[in-house]
């Protein structure tokens, strides 16, 4: 597998709620830039390995292509792996979680390609590693803003 992109960032929740909400695949639209929906493709609960999902997303010079993804590990609420039918990048997408402070967690996600041809190493995942560096730095941005919701918005408010 080849690293295409990493970023941590610490969210004020706890890890039970954070793990929740990213394990729900539903809800990735809602904070991830690039995705157009995504649906539910069975009926095993979110979190749950073997729960697949259909997923559209926006491709760079190519508009919108379906993904189905299935969650292939699951590790208590700490680490949550899925993996997509999109050849010839085979994305895997993590979320590692661990404690921080009090009701606080710290995050990180990562995608892999699991392509090892040499020359979609060396003429795709260059392009696709800077795609996905930006879509996770804004993504991971609005995860913690949209989970720290109400929390963040009167951090700073004051009589």
């Known amino acids: 597998m080849h690293l ?11 890890i039970s709620a954070v793990f929740e909400y990213v394990a729900n695949m539903e809800k990735f639209g809602e904070w991830f830039p690039g995705v157009v929906l995504i649906e539910s493709a069975n009926g095993l609960d979110h979190g749950q390995v073997g729960k697949e999902y259909l997923e559209t997303v926006s491709v ?10 299935a969650v292939r590990e699951v590790r208590g609420n700490r680490f949550f792996a899925t993996e997509g039918k999109f050849p010839p990048l085979m994305p895997r ?15 990180t996600w990562r995608i892999f390609s699991r392509n090892n041809n040499l020359i979609v ?11 996905m560096r930006k879509r996770a ?4 941005a609005a995860l913690k803003k949209r989970l720290e919701g109400d929390t963040a918005s009167h ?3 004051t009589g």
Do not use: D, Q
């Not at 970023?7 to 929740?13: E, L």
């Not at 997408?93 to 995050?107: K, Q």
């Not at 730095?137 to 991971?140: A, R």
């Open 4 to 14: 295409l992109t990493e970023k941590t960032i610490n969210i004020k929740r706890p």
């Open 60 to 69: 760079p010079l190519r508009g919108t292509r379906k993904i189905r993804l």
């Open 93 to 107: 997408m993590e979320i590692s979680l661990s404690e921080a402070e009090m009701n606080s967690c710290e995050l």
């Open 121 to 131: 190493r060396h003429a795709l995942l260059p392009l696709a590693r800077r795609v």
């Open 137 to 140: 730095e804004s993504g991971v």
């Open 155 to 157: 951090a700073g408010a």
